[in-house]
Nanobody, 124 residues
Framework: VQLQASGGGLVQAGGSLRLSCTAS????????MGWFRQAPDQEREFVAA????????GYADSVKGRFTTSRDNAKNTVSLQMNSLKPEDTAVYYC??????????????????WGQGTQVTVSS
């Protein structure tokens, strides 16, 4: 499985960005998907997760109410809509796939496949 993330960039505080992650392979609909981020000198942290069908989602407390994840299994794509961005959201964002669970939400070690990351920078 190969994951390709896109949509990062520079935005002012209060602005919005939409990240996308496209997966190769024919079994995307059987992967739990997750979003993580990593700021300089910090550990990779969980941001959001979504189940196979998209019916179950979960978010880190720090982004709850501001970020929304969704997926389109017909297009092998998962998205992360980020609103009301804050400077502390600045990080490299990664999408990840877990083929062993219906729904993830666990730590990075649970995920078998990772995208290359996309930089999000929020200026104050």
């Amino acid at each position: 499985v190969q994951l390709q993330a896109s949509g990062g960039g520079l935005v002012q505080a209060g602005g919005s960005l939409r990240l996308s992650c496209t997966a190769s392979g024919r079994t995307f609909s059987r992967y739990a998907m997750g979003w993580f981020r990593q700021a300089p000198d910090q550990e990779r942290e969980f941001v959001a997760a979504i189940s196979w069908s998209g019916g179950s989602t979960g978010y880190a407390d720090s982004v709850k109410g501001r970020f929304t994840t969704s997926r389109d299994n017909a297009k092998n794509t998962v998205s992360l809509q980020m609103n009301s961005l804050k400077p502390e959201d600045t990080a490299v964002y990664y999408c990840a796939a877990d083929p062993s669970r219906y729904y993830g939400g666990g730590p990075p070690r649970d995920y078998a496949y990772w995208g290359q990351g996309t930089q999000v920078t929020v200026s104050s």
